[in-house]
């Protein structure tokens, strides 16, 4: 809903995480991405939205992920 009012989907929260760094599930991810999260963002820990789906040992997130990243 917010997305449809121009949020940006990049905005971070007082601990820098973005909603991709929450996000869980490929259907969530996968609209976040084609709606231009940046995979780079990292919250003030330092961690990436990659960094999260490696500590979850989700590999469907991770292959969305590194597909949409610049870094291998």
Not at 24 to 46: H, V, W
């Amino acid at each position: 809903m917010l997305l449809g009012r121009n949020a940006d989907v990049n905005l971070q929260d007082s601990t820098g995480r973005s909603a991709l760094i929450y996000a869980k599930g490929p259907e969530m991810i996968r609209f976040l991405l084609e709606q231009g999260a940046d995979t780079g963002l990292k919250d003030y820990a330092g961690r990436t939205a990659i960094d999260e789906a490696r500590a979850r040992k989700d590999e469907e997130a991770l292959n969305l992920l590194f597909k949409h990243s610049d870094k291998p």
